[in-house]
Every structure is written in structure tokens, then in C-alpha cells.
């Protein structure tokens, strides 16, 4: 094949395909609404009639907006790497422009059919004892084929100056252990088990045998699930850290041979690893112990099915879609392949796109306009630790310790992944996917017991989104979400501060909420709380869950005030915080204080900040998102911080409406 694109065969994307470029606008908003009783509507309202979910899409928003613009920008990068012949190119352009081709070739990958799994099916029927099948597991593990248990390395949380081997929970294929019993799901479980027995049928099984393996896999995934934590239980980063000597480990788990699985990974020289879910490795034992190797193989066998589908032919594309996207999310029909494939790059070589997207679209004026924002949310934070008074001299000194040391990155990491011993060729998309699996798996192999490095990034730099890290005491912004509808430097301060400044602050929180409290000012899971000092938050931490579990998302369906509780408190602290960012900032300059499209600066913070949250979404996708996410559906974070800040009420009492039932104000940082 030449080194030019195939424009005969792959065709590229034209402007008519560039999406509507997200924004901040009072033309959103539904004034006839009443802010006191649907404060979301009162932003959102018009956007929300006016912007229907796309058939591809299980929800639409804001952020999906900006993923959409993003995805656009980097397809463009793409095709120019992969239209320029490969002579005038530099190895990463070339690399990406590889990638992307392989993706997109249809014919090749139409052609290959269930041909790029064959070799790791053979290596599943070569398997004839419990020693094959973990060697078989082994190299599944390498290509990224999650199957029987997963594993990490990743910052050791109560040392968090090295890398950590970590073992967890795994091994099943619907989104978590409620899937299996919960009577809700009873009619998605046998979808599922029709999903198993048409992919085993696709790739060739007779339909008897199909539909065997498919009860034999959902018999073994749902022993997994039934010795799986639920997800709020996976939220506790003291239950789930178990250190366990090298030594103890094989006495520990007699039934899984880890010390030759470890071996056979190439694992460092270590002294322990981390068993985040000790339970989980038992059942895990036991079951191996009951069921039969012709058994496991089949699962092992639906594992890799599973794993490729969404790279395979379209007839295997088509199925996993039907089930993992129709009937789980609610999507109508497949994405484009060209979106697709920018999202699969992003995801195997994305600090190697995000490199040619910064240096393209990113900024130093953005860059500095948020520096500027995060050190008026730290002056605030600062004096609010200071002042608080449900908390003991001495503990409010550790958590001003703590912060003292918070660091924010903004944009793009300082150094980016070299991704240049990657074999990657336009021949096999499938290929490509496990090369790149395969370098993640050995770099984060060979990482353990080695020192943290702290310029590393867990967001390629396009992503529309941020975090906090406990264990680095950071919080991280990248590229890809400093633009509208959350952060216009167009704009006025007032949008902006409600919008970005409350994500912002809802990140710094973070570092206090149930979950980061719980990490010193080193990053490592340590009791530094007096056992009044933690009462107190746990009664105000209390008050959180029940407000937001007694909500209902869809008839019937609560929000999981448990499983949400660490964001809800994000979420209140940030907005509490930066309403006062941004008062002191009109204070310090009073030439700001003025009504654009009629509104306060107060009223416009409160609106950018619900308008950061629209969104349309789909019944299933909300479903899956009350079993799963740990953050409440998108209308109560755009409402609730703002109800429960005590300046809400007066910030809109000159609008029309008034409150029918009193809200209590809600205030922990």
C-alpha cells in the first residue's frame, strides 16, 4: 500500500461536518421559569427544546459540545498526517497518520474479518491445565484484554514517593456486580445473554454450542460479580488497600499461582503488593477450583471476542453496539467511523495527538487567565480553613499543611510520552490497538517500586475534562476543556468564575472531601483527623447524602447519595467557594460590577455555572448513570450547589417567582 491516503477508499470529512461552536448565552435560558423551583430549566430551558439528542449519542451537553469541536480540530491533524507522504514527515506525524489509515481502511479490516483474534484463540485451546490458563491470562493482560482479575501500578497510597503493584476486582463485562442480581436489570441480563451467544455465533460456533458457552460465561461472570464490591464500596481508599508481603502472597491465595503470574509479567523486584479486594481474589480462587478449564476457556474465549469487536469487521462491530451502546445506553446508531477512530487514537497515542493539539490551539493567554482564577480560589480556601469553625486548632493546621502544598497543572503536561518503539502499520488496525496496549502494559510493569514521576498526566491534553489526584495533592486542567462554554476570556468574569472557577474549586475540594480528607499532606492514606474533628464532618457529610439521595432521577430511580457523595461535596465547596472568589474580585475592582443582558454579576455566576451542567440524556444512559457514576445526574449539580448557597436567594429575589418550601443552606468548606 503507498504512503499517500486513499482517497478513493477513505473519504475525508468536510467542513459541513464541523459542529456548532459551543458558547455561554442568556438566549439558553427560559425566563419564564422559576429559578427557586427548577433552577436548571431557568438556564437551560430553550438550549435543552432546542438541542435534541443525536442519534448517535446516548445524552447531549455542554461538554459533549466541546468533545465534538475538539474531535473535529483532531481529525483535521490526523488526515494531514495521514495525506502527507510519509518522506516529509517527522516519525510521531507518521506514526499517528499510520494509526488513523488502519482505522479507517474498511475494506482491510472487512477483509480480515475474525482473523487478527485467531492467534489468541489458538492460544486458548492450547491451554489444558490451570498453569496454561494463566499463562494464556497473562498475555491477554499484555494486549489489554481485562479477564479474570485486573491489576495497576500506580502512585502506592501510603507511600506515595513510588509506584505500587495493585490487584483488584475484575473479570466481568456488564458495568458492575449489581447487573447480575439486581431484578431491575433481569431483562438487559438476557439481552446480554443473547449478545454472548450471537457474537459466538458470528465467529463460527454452531448455534447450539453458542448458546452453551453463552450460559457458561454468564454463569462464571456472575460468580465474579457475586464476590465484587459495589461501586460506593470501591469508594473507601482505606478498605482498599490491603498490603500483603510477596512472601504471605501465595500462602495468602493458594488457588492463583501470583508469584509465576508476576514472573511471567517481567514485575520488578518488590517487597509487597496491594490486594485492593482481598474478598474478590478468594472467590475468584474458589471459583477456578470448581469450575472446569473447558469452562474458563470459553470465557476466556468471549473475553477476546468482547475486547475486538468494536476493531473487527462490521458485522462484529454491529452486534457489540446493538448491546453495549443500544441497549445499555440507549444510542441509535453507530458514530461515524472517522469519530470513532479519533477517539481510539486519542485513547492508545494521545499524548502524542494532544502534543499537535496544543501546539495548535492552546494558548499562553488561556494559561495564564486560569493561573490567575486558581490563586484567587486558593486565597479563598486558604481564609476559609482558617476560619472554620467546627474544626480543632491543630487539625485546621494540617489541613493548611496539606494545602500549602496543592499544585495545579494546566493545559499539557511539561514532558509527553514517547510512544517511538510503537510498531504501528497501515496493514492491521487490530495490530496496532494491542502494539499500543502492549507498550502501556510493560511501561507501567517496569514503573513499579521505581519513583513517582509527578509530570505525569492521567488526561491526554484534548479531554474535555479535569481531576483531582489525592496521592500527587494536585488537581489538572487540560487543553481540552479551557475553552467555551466553560472558560470564554471574552467573556466577563462573572461567567467564567461560575462556570470554570466552581469546577476549579470543585477539584480543590476534592482534597477534603470523604475520600481526600483521608490523604496527608505527603499523599498517603493516614488518620490526621482528631476523632471530633471527624464526627463533625461525618454529621455535615451526612446531610449531603440525604439531600442528594432523597432526589429522584426517574420515577422510582434515587440518586445513590453514598456512591455520589464525594462529588456532591465537590460540587457545594466549589460553588461556595468560588462566588466569594468572585466577590473579592469585584470588590478589588468595582469597574466590573455591572448588568450585562440585565443580570447581575452574582445572578450571571449562578447562571454559568448551571449552564456548565445542560445536558439531554437518554433513560438508559441515566439508568447506568445512577448504578455506576459517582457524580449526580447533570440538573441537580447545576441546582443543588446553587440552592443550598446561602446568596442564592437574595441573588434572585428580584426575578419572578419566589421559593414554595425552604431549602437549607448547605456549607462544609
Known sequence: MGSAFDKDKISLVGEDEKPEEPEFSVKYMDMSVNPFEDFYSFCNGTWAREHPIPEDKAFWSGSAEL????????????????????????????????????????????????????????????????????????????????????????????????????????????????????????????????????MFKLYGVPDDAAKNAADVVFGLETGLANVSRRPEELRDPEKNYNRISIDEIGKRFRSIDFRSYFAQISLPKVDYVVVSQPEFIDGLGKLLQESSISDWKIYLKWKILHFAAPYLHNAAQDEDFDFFARKLFGRKQKEKRWKRMVSITDAHLGEALGKLYVEQEFGEDAKKKMSDMIEDLRD?????????????????????????????????????????????????????????????????????????????????????????????????????????????????????????GGTIAHEITHGFDDEGRKFDADGNIKSWWSQEDEK??????????????????????????????????????????????????????????????????????????????????????????????????????????????????????????????????????
Open 536 to 669: 463533625a464532618f461525618l454529621e455535615k457529610a451526612k446531610e449531603v447524602s440525604r439531600l442528594y439521595g432523597s432526589l429522584e432521577a426517574l420515577p422510582g430511580l434515587k440518586v445513590n447519595g453514598d456512591l455520589t457523595l464525594g462529588e456532591n461535596i465537590a460540587d457545594i465547596g466549589g460553588v461556595s467557594v468560588a462566588f466569594e472568589a468572585l466577590e473579592r474580585r469585584l470588590k478589588r475592582n468595582p469597574e466590573l460590577r455591572k448588568e450585562i443582558d440585565g443580570l447581575t454579576p452574582e445572578q450571571r455566576f449562578f447562571i454559568g455555572w448551571g449552564q456548565s451542567w445542560r445536558m439531554n440524556v437518554r433513560e438508559e444512559a441515566l439508568r447506568w448513570q445512577i448504578s455506576n457514576d459517582p457524580h449526580s445526574p447533570d440538573n441537580f449539580r447545576a441546582e443543588v450547589p446553587a440552592w443550598v448557597h446561602e446568596k442564592f436567594d437574595s441573588t434572585f429575589s428580584g426575578m419572578k417567582g419566589k421559593r414554595q418550601k425552604p431549602v437549607q443552606t448547605l456549607k462544609i468548606w
Open 380 to 500: 479563598v480556601f486558604t481564609e476559609r480553613l482558617k476560619e472554620l469553625d467546627w474544626l480543632s486548632p491543630a487539625t485546621k493546621e494540617r489541613a493548611l499543611q496539606k494545602f500549602s502544598r496543592f499544585r495545579a497543572k494546566i493545559g499539557y503536561p511539561s514532558k509527553f510520552i514517547d510512544y517511538s518503539s510503537i510498531r504501528i502499520t497501515r496493514e492491521n488496525f487490530f495490530e496496532n490497538i494491542t502494539a499500543a496496549n502492549k507498550f502501556d502494559f510493560q511501561r507501567f510493569i517496569k514503573r513499579v517500586n521505581s519513583p513517582v514521576d509527578r509530570e505525569l498526566w492521567e488526561m491526554t491534553p484534548p479531554t474535555v475534562n479535569a481531576y483531582f489526584s489525592p496521592t500527587e495533592n494536585e488537581i489538572v486542567f487540560p487543553a481540552g476543556i479551557l475553552q467555551p462554554p466553560f472558560f470564554d476570556p471574552k467573556l466577563d468574569d462573572a461567567v467564567n468564575y461560575g462556570a470554570t
Open 67 to 198: 468533545f465534538e469541536k475538539n474531535r473535529y480540530i483532531l481529525v483535521k491533524i490526523l488526515e494531514k498526517c495521514a495525506t502527507t507522504p510519509s518522506g516529509k514527515l517527522d516519525p510521531v506525524r507518521k506514526m499517528l497518520g499510520d494509526f488513523y489509515y488502519s482505522g479507517m481502511n474498511e475494506d482491510r479490516i472487512e477483509s480480515l474479518k475474525f482473523k487478527p483474534v485467531e492467534g489468541f484463540m489458538e492460544k486458548v485451546n492450547r491451554a489444558e491445565n490451570k498453569e496454561d490458563l494463566l499463562n494464556v491470562v497473562k498475555d491477554l493482560h499484555s494486549i489489554g484484554i481485562p479477564c479474570l482479575f485486573s491489576w495497576d501500578s500506580s502512585t502506592d497510597a501510603k507511600n506515595s514517593q513510588v509506584y505500587a503493584m495493585y490487584l483488584k476486582q475484575g473479570g466481568i463485562s456488564l458495568p458492575n456486580r449489581d447487573y447480575y442480581f439486581d431484578e431491575s436489570f433481569d431483562k438487559l441480563r438476557k439481552e446480554y445473554v443473547k449478545h454472548i451467544t450471537n
